[in-house]
T-cell receptor
Framework: GAGVSQSPRYKVAKRGQDVALRCDPI?????LFWYQQALGQGPEFLTY????????KSGLPSDRFFAERPEGSVSTLKIQRTQQEDSAVYLC???????????FGPGTRLTVL | RKEVEQDPGPFNVPEGATVAFNCTYS??????FFWYRQDCRKEPKLLMS???SGNEDGRFTAQLNRASQYISLLIRDSKLSDSATYLC?????????????FGSGTQLTVLP
């Protein structure tokens, strides 16, 4: 079946612009995660949804970052007033409820100029 | 101190060599452990889970020592296709959240 998909795959934004990154999880996966991966580092947790409920947003680096999953499937990560330090790959992962195995999408590479 | 620390690498080894990666984690309440593989400019993919009894999958062997909070991965008879970054991953479950905490990764290059 289809894996996790993300769009766009690449995004270039000017500093101060708002961006929206989309994630389509694997069908039937209740849990959805967003991670941020800086160059040369491992992914770092941003936020977690169970269905439409955002149960953990402790990893969001600032109030410029906002995520939603209004119908419990597709999720959007929005970054307002982008800064250069936001440049990274944003990875989305999904999993079945109660399991540890997370399946990652290909990521969105964000470059803020 | 990072919650998950790995050998910095990079490791450059000839084909057929045996190579071992080590990892330590700081949270003794960690519940599950994994090795992920990440190819250049690709997403992480689960390589194997790690159990206290140790587990093997073909040429790959993973070990967990809960007392020492130490995880290892051994690759035998390395292949060119094993070249990738290997990420040590710990599940720091907090309530209903099952976030994964990643090490920075160890880069492996297998040379012909």
């Amino acid at each position: 079946g289809a894996g996790v998909s993300q769009s766009p795959r690449y995004k270039v934004a000017k500093r101060g612009q708002d961006v929206a990154l989309r994630c389509d999880p694997i069908s039937g996966h209740v849990s959805l995660f967003w991670y941020q991966q800086a160059l040369g580092q491992g992914p770092e947790f941003l936020t977690y949804f169970q269905n439409e409920a955002q149960l953990d947003k402790s990893g969001l680096p600032s109030d410029r970052f906002f995520a939603e999953r209004p119908e419990g499937s597709v999720s959007t990560l929005k970054i307002q007033r982008t800064q250069q330090e936001d440049s990274a790959v944003y990875l989305c992962a999904s999993s079945l409820l109660g399991t540890d195995t997370q399946y990652f999408g290909p990521g969105t590479r964000l470059t803020v100029l | 101190r990072k919650e998950v620390e790995q050998d910095p690498g990079p490791f450059n080894v000839p084909e057929g060599a045996t190579v071992a990666f080590n990892c330590t984690y700081s949270n003794s309440a960690s519940q599950s452990f994994f090795w992920y593989r990440q190819d250049c400019r690709k997403e992480p993919k689960l390589l194997m889970s790690v159990y206290s009894s140790g587990n093997e999958d073909g040429r790959f062997t993973a070990q967990l020592n809960r007392a020492s909070q130490y995880i290892s991965l051994l690759i035998r008879d390395s292949k060119l296709s094993d070249s990738a970054t290997y990420l040590c991953v710990v599940n720091l479950s907090k309530g209903s959240a099952r976030q994964l905490t990643f090490g920075s990764g160890t880069q492996l290059t297998v040379l012909p």
